[in-house]
């Protein structure tokens, strides 16, 4: 894993996912066609800025419920982002110290700027694996999530804002049943989606922007997103819009500003 290798896969030609979702956080690890293409989806949605915002706090209050009342120590965060602070390994290791995350992406720019998502506690650990979720078989067989997951353990699945860039041809659900499948009892599945339910003319536009940059996406129902936690035991509030799954104030974002589905199960 070297700087070098990473600099030579960096396809600036195109916009990519994660450093037009860099741009709508606020980031600085993108480049112009990267801005050029997010303020394309911001011209037709504007509350993506939100959507984005709500996403990341999702993913810190599904860690924080999951490390403080069903005692998961260990996660396993696909399709983890350029590192945004605070990372999920930093939201979990502040309420268990000793927690162990594995991240994995398939961007080479999230792999250059994954040494920031090392940056553990001495109890914890952390490491990043390049690989795309399409290949299930290839993440469960590195050899460094070995080194840092006891699969014999529960662990959270983390699949946030991932599985709308996996289309039904490339079958999500085959993709989140084989992840699921060899972790053990009381592991966790924690879900964000954007979804076209609450205004779908524009999420047609937004999904025809990604297409045409070279980015298949597909935006799915609430119906369809909960099937990806088909077997699992939902938590309260079930599958939600991301900004109404157990807030920490009340929501002030309207549910199209958000157009997110979020949920976490628990494995029987
Ligand atoms: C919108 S970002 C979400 C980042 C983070 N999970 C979050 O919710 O804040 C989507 C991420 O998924 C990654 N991604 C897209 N397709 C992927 C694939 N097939 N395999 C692995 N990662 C993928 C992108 O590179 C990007 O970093």
């Given at each position: 894993?070297?700087?070098?290798?990473?600099?030579?896969?960096?396809?600036?030609?195109?916009?990519?996912?994660?450093?037009?979702?860099?741009?709508?956080?606020?980031?600085?690890?993108?480049?112009?066609?990267?801005?050029?293409?997010?303020?394309?989806?911001?011209?037709?949605?504007?509350?993506?800025?939100?959507?984005?915002?709500?996403?990341?706090?999702?993913?810190?209050?599904?860690?924080?419920?999951?490390?403080?009342?069903?005692?998961?120590?260990?996660?396993?965060?696909?399709?983890?982002?350029?590192?945004?602070?605070?990372?999920?390994?930093?939201?979990?290791?502040?309420?268990?110290?000793?927690?162990?995350?594995?991240?994995?992406?398939?961007?080479?720019?999230?792999?250059?700027?994954?040494?920031?998502?090392?940056?553990?506690?001495?109890?914890?650990?952390?490491?990043?694996?390049?690989?795309?979720?399409?290949?299930?078989?290839?993440?469960?067989?590195?050899?460094?999530?070995?080194?840092?997951?006891?699969?014999?353990?529960?662990?959270?699945?983390?699949?946030?804002?991932?599985?709308?860039?996996?289309?039904?041809?490339?079958?999500?659900?085959?993709?989140?049943?084989?992840?699921?499948?060899?972790?053990?009892?009381?592991?966790?599945?924690?879900?964000?989606?954007?979804?076209?339910?609450?205004?779908?003319?524009?999420?047609?536009?937004?999904?025809?922007?990604?297409?045409?940059?070279?980015?298949?996406?597909?935006?799915?129902?609430?119906?369809?997103?909960?099937?990806?936690?088909?077997?699992?035991?939902?938590?309260?509030?079930?599958?939600?819009?991301?900004?109404?799954?157990?807030?920490?104030?009340?929501?002030?974002?309207?549910?199209?500003e958000v157009s997110?589905?979020?949920?976490?199960?628990?494995?029987p």
């Amino acid at each position: 894993m070297t700087t070098s290798h990473a600099a030579r896969d960096i396809d600036t030609s195109r916009p990519h996912s994660a450093r037009m979702y860099d741009y709508y956080l606020g980031g600085k690890d993108h480049f112009d066609i990267d801005t050029k293409a997010a303020e394309t989806v911001a011209a037709v949605y504007p509350g993506i800025f939100v959507c984005a915002r709500e996403n990341r706090a999702f993913m810190h209050r599904a860690t924080r419920v999951l490390a403080r009342e069903h005692g998961i120590r260990q996660w396993l965060d696909v399709g983890t982002g350029i590192p945004t602070e605070p990372n999920l390994h930093q939201v979990a290791q502040s309420v268990v110290p000793e927690a162990r995350v594995v991240y994995a992406d398939n961007d080479p720019l999230v792999l250059k700027y994954a040494e920031r998502l090392m940056r553990s506690t001495t109890e914890g650990r952390t490491t990043y694996i390049e690989a795309d979720v399409n290949d299930p078989q290839s993440l469960l067989d590195a050899p460094e999530l070995a080194e840092v997951l006891d699969l014999d353990r529960p662990v959270a699945l983390s699949l946030n804002a991932l599985m709308h860039f996996v289309t039904d041809a490339q079958d999500p659900y085959g993709i989140v049943t084989r992840l699921l499948d060899v972790l053990p009892s009381g592991s966790a599945l924690a879900l964000s989606h954007c979804t076209p339910d609450f205004d779908p003319s524009t999420w047609q536009k937004v999904t025809d922007i990604y297409n045409n940059a070279g980015t298949p996406v597909q935006f799915r129902s609430r119906e369809d997103v909960a099937r990806f936690f088909d077997g699992l035991e939902l938590l309260d509030p079930g599958v939600s819009v991301g900004h109404r799954w157990r807030p920490d104030s009340e929501p002030t974002a309207t549910d199209a500003e958000v157009s997110l589905w979020t949920g976490v199960g628990i494995k029987p």
